[in-house]
């Protein structure tokens, strides 16, 4: 096949047999398979069918390189990738995927779903960012027919069929070419098979998928594959055509395999059949006919539109939760005869099929699409009440956003569906003797909200919406009602700081305006204000809405404010950070008598790129909340005031009530941990001794020689950095704190020479940036022991050297590293601080800088808590001018082996910046631009010696060396 994707030539593999007796040694081998050809095409599917144990999933792993095969040959896009190791394997692996049998245990029960399927997107640097993290997974559950809210479960609380969506989600993730997908309906009920089947074909055509379909089951092959493959005892025994092999099987094991399969219904597909238009339309006249209406029936469209909600008939979108399902409850309560229950995915609907009297009739459907919108008209023909409440909310601002996709999918959900239901449903309910939409807005379709701007401007054409759609149904009997609520406590508004309604109240107040025929309502104390203000000063509710945009930029950081509720009564403020991932350990911050200003906020920040959830919670609440004070004088004095009356005793029982608040965080998984600074180094120390947290870590230990009785109480690991010259914490202080201490287990201290109070906060006077780095190297290595999180450093660094080095893929390197890093070649200082700076250098100066033959030999290796000392010979032929390493000098032709030293800082799972050292005199000898003679350098023996410590010593000594000759040692 000339345009096959993937091709297997001769595949033979041997595995260990584990049913074989070995008490000692090695397992011996067995065939499993034997010589097996396959080829799959782009686009293609192709269907690997046989009965258990014939070679299927083995082969499978194989063609994704899961397995290594014994001999033959696999190539992917023309490459052989039959035996290539993983560092090299692992760029191709994001266009090769795998999805697994069994759905349940391939999906980490510990983690939830939006957490897994964001893991292989941050893995290959795909998207960095926590929104468009959020994004991307909300509309991978979307292509897989799951909604955004799927993010926050966990494995075991789906169905079978909706695992195996994610496990598909997780596969087409990276955007794969070629996709093995394993026996992933056995498992399944027939009616979710079925649905997981269309979903498959469906991506298949839409993305432009290979695929190998594995199953034992030639009906499910016969349903979805073009060509396949017959597998038995580990060979190929007949491939061909999908319809040739079941019109015409060649062997007689395809013939029984075929026979096998269960006699198809006499009339296939009558279930999924939509009846026409004009069955319908007799559906409606059989309806009328024997309908006993409660009340006479009147002539003019105002009393026609007048309805009772016992007996109608009703269709809700959106009813797998919130609002929507308390319509559905609702409806029934007040005696609807019959409701149609519409979600994306029926299998989240958690109605039985009557509540009371009341029929309950799950009803798969995506506004967003018409196909599915015209066959939810044909199915519900009978409807005589609609619900709009499908709706999406990214909490997006309008101009944040780097691209649109999350303002489209809201405007394509809350105006564009809408629009479409009501297109669909208008004349159906005007058919049916006349009847009511309800379109549930928001306030925020009358004025923007900043931090929800795009959400507001969709809501916003839908109410315009609405009041043409009114217009024109009016005089058919259908009455339009406009729900414009506040704040509604459900998953959509879950980041609202403010009050919110209970969905229930919202859903009653509707149904109620219907019945006295309403045309717009605004349920609730925040609507209400907001439509009264809006009619008297609607310029003067805008500015509240701009100063409310000013207030959440009073954050320096990029975190957000959360609420701690105070064991003796009241709440107060903390400030937030959490990492890329969404969770991970907790790390409570304790701040200085400047309140949480932006250098707390700072550290927070940074801390949560390490992988820690970050609270700073406001210990000055009980006099003052929210300060936020600088290093002037000004503020100097204020934040002395603060201090004066400060209660320590209470601040750390906040401080407790805080690390409860955090324990309790969905997004804290694993254990608590505090640091502090300044007066938090005091608040450190204490709840070190006093609460229940797991490690903490204090810098300056300002007044801690005073509580010193408390020493053994602590029973967590404890580190302490102290300043030599700090006046606040002077010699004697830190002398009887390091005494009271140093017998403690777990306990580290560390004084930093010639440093003052402060040396690690940026823009103070003392800051030293050296010292500064150490203590946080040390920090990180104490909370790294006891929190975690542990990151593989080595195959970080692994990968971001593959890419510089082997792909030549600028963007998969800069993908390795944080958002703002920085590369100083010490020698040379070439390199690059910032994202734009180092993209530049990497892309005109650096990547394909270096010569063809350019390779690495790795000498040693040390790795600590966030960096990397790696030592190594770097080995070239000068065939091109290399910018960052001798910019300038034409190319000699030499070649080169020179002694390499990187000092890589990492943050969190990114590197952050390289130090790089090598010995530019060596090389400038081995390239015959320095002259040795007469001067202490040497070239290519530099490296030389670097692995054979055995080559002479001293010899560049030029006779120092026999001076000593002879001298006692």
Not at 174 to 193: N, R, W
Not at 247 to 269: F, H, M, N, V, W
Request: with cysteine; glycine share 8%.
């Amino acid at each position: 096949m000339a345009n096959a994707l993937l091709l297997a030539e001769d595949v033979r593999l041997d595995l260990p047999d584990m049913n074989a007796p070995v008490l000692f040694g090695v397992r011996p081998l067995t065939r499993i398979l034997r010589g097996v050809d396959f080829q799959v095409a782009r686009g293609e599917t192709v269907g690997i069918v046989g009965e258990s144990g014939s070679g299927k999933t083995s082969l499978g792993r194989c063609l994704v390189r899961l397995h290594e095969p014994t001999d033959g040959i696999i190539r992917f896009d023309g490459s052989d990738i039959t035996h290539v190791i993983e560092p090299v394997l692992r760029p191709i692996r994001r266009r090769m995927q795998m999805i697994f049998q069994d759905p349940q245990s391939s999906l980490n029960p510990r983690n939830k779903i939006g957490t897994i399927l964001a893991r292989p997107l941050k893995f290959y640097g795909i998207v960095r960012r926590r929104e468009h993290i959020i994004q991307r997974v909300a509309r991978l559950l979307g292509q897989v027919g799951l909604a955004p809210e799927f993010a926050d479960r966990y494995p075991h609380e789906l169905s079978g069929g909706q695992r195996q969506r994610v496990g598909i989600a997780r596969a087409i993730a990276l955007e794969p070419e070629f996709v093995v997908a394993d026996e992933i309906v056995s498992g399944l009920d027939v009616s979710t098979q079925a649905q997981i089947l269309d979903l498959l074909y469906d991506l298949n055509h839409k993305l432009g998928l290979a695929m190998a379909f594995i199953s034992h089951d030639l009906s499910v092959i016969r349903h979805i594959c073009d060509r396949v493959y017959v597998m038995r005892d580990g060979e190929v025994v007949e491939a061909g055509a999908c319809d040739a092999l079941f019109e015409a099987p060649k062997s007689q094991y395809t013939r029984d395999l075929i026979d096998a399969i269960p006699l198809p219904d006499p009339d296939p597909g009558w279930l999924d059949r939509q009846p026409s238009d004009a069955a319908i339309e007799d559906q409606r006249t059989e309806a009328n006919a024997v309908r006993k209406p409660e009340t006479p029936t009147k002539t003019n469209n105002e009393e026609k539109t007048k309805m009772s909600i016992s007996g109608a008939i009703a269709l809700v979108t959106g009813a797998n939760r919130g609002v929507g399902k308390c319509f559905v409850e609702e409806l029934a309560r007040k005696g609807a005869k019959k409701i149609y229950a519409a979600s994306r995915n029926v299998d989240n609907l958690t109605f039985t099929s009557f509540i009371g009297e009341t029929e309950i009739v799950p009803l798969e459907l995506d506004v967003t699409k018409e196909d599915q919108v015209s066959a939810a008209r044909r199915r519900a023909g009978d409807v005589t009440l609609l619900v709009n409440n499908a709706g999406v909310n990214h909490m997006g601002r309008l101009m944040d956003a780097s691209d649109t996709e999350a303002a489209r999918t809201e405007m394509d959900t809350n105006y564009f569906g809408l629009l479409s239901m009501c297109r669909a449903f208008g004349p159906v309910i005007a058919a049916n003797g006349g009847g009511n939409i309800v379109n549930m807005l928001s306030i925020l379709g009358r004025v923007n909200l900043p931090a929800m701007g795009s959400l507001s401007a969709s809501k916003a054409a839908a109410y315009n919406a609405t009041q043409g759609i009114r217009a024109e149904l009016m005089n058919k009997g259908v009455h339009v009602l406009a729900v414009l609520p506040g704040a509604i406590d459900t998953d959509m508004s879950k980041d609202f700081p403010g009050d919110k309604m209970p969905p229930g109240e919202v859903t009653k107040a509707a149904l109620d305006a219907l019945e006295t025929k309403e045309w717009e309502i605004y349920p609730g104390d925040m609507a209400n204000g907001l439509q009264e203000a809006l009619s008297l000063d609607p310029l003067g509710v805008q500015q509240q809405m701009v100063e409310s945009l000013e207030t959440e930029e009073a954050l320096s950081g990029k975190g957000e404010m959360m609420t701690v509720t105070a064991a003796d009564g009241g709440t107060f403020q903390a400030y937030i950070a959490k990492p890329e991932t969404g969770s991970g350990p907790g790390l409570v911050l304790l701040q200085e008598i400047f309140g949480i200003n932006d250098y707390m906020q700072s550290m927070a920040d940074y801390f949560a790129e390490e992988g820690y959830v970050a609270i700073v919670p406001d210990l000055f609440w009980r006099m003052e909340p929210g300060v936020n004070l600088g290093y002037e004088e000004e503020d100097m004095q204020k934040a002395f005031g603060f201090y004066q009356n400060f209660d320590v005793d209470q601040a750390i029982k906040d401080v407790q009530d805080t690390i409860n608040t955090a324990r309790g965080l969905d997004e804290v998984k694993g254990k608590v941990g505090a640091i502090g600074y300044c007066l938090g180094g005091l608040l450190a120390y204490l709840t070190a001794a006093r609460t229940d947290v797991d490690v903490s870590v204090g810098y300056y230990a300002v007044g801690v020689e005073k509580y010193l009785d408390e020493a053994d109480r602590i029973k967590c690991p404890l580190t302490l950095h102290f300043a030599e010259e700090d006046k606040f914490c002077p010699a004697d202080a830190r002398e009887s704190i390091i005494k009271a201490l140093e017998g403690q287990p777990d306990t580290a201290l560390f004084t930093y020479a010639g440093q003052d109070h402060a040396f690690a906060t940026p823009g103070r006077d003392h800051y030293d940036k050296p010292s500064t780095m150490m203590a946080y190297s040390r920090t990180l290595a104490t909370l790294r022991k006891v929190l975690g999180p542990i990151y593989n450093l080595e195959q970080l660094w692994d990968m971001h050297c593959y890419h510089e080095f082997a792909t030549r893929n600028v963007d998969d390197t800069m993908a390795t590293m944080v958002d703002e890093p920085y590369v100083n070649h010490i020698p040379t200082m070439t390199g690059g601080v910032g994202h734009d700076h180092l993209k530049r250098f990497y892309k005109y100066h650096f990547v394909d800088s270096n010569p063809d033959d350019t390779k690495l030999i790795p000498i040693s290796r040390t790795i600590g808590a966030d960096r990397l000392v790696d030592e190594m010979i770097f080995c070239f032929t000068h065939s091109r001018e290399i910018d960052w390493m001798l910019p300038g000098i034409a190319p000699t032709g030499k070649y080169v082996e020179v002694p390499l030293v990187a000092i890589v800082n990492f943050r969190g799972d990114k590197l952050y910046h390289e130090h790089i050292y090598w010995d530019q005199s060596s090389v400038l000898v081995q390239i015959g631009k320095l002259d040795p003679e007469g001067l202490p350098v040497a070239g290519s023996a530099t490296a030389k010696k670097l692995i054979d410590e055995t080559r002479p010593s001293n010899e560049l000594m030029a006779g120092l060396w026999e001076k000593s000759e002879g001298k006692p040692i």
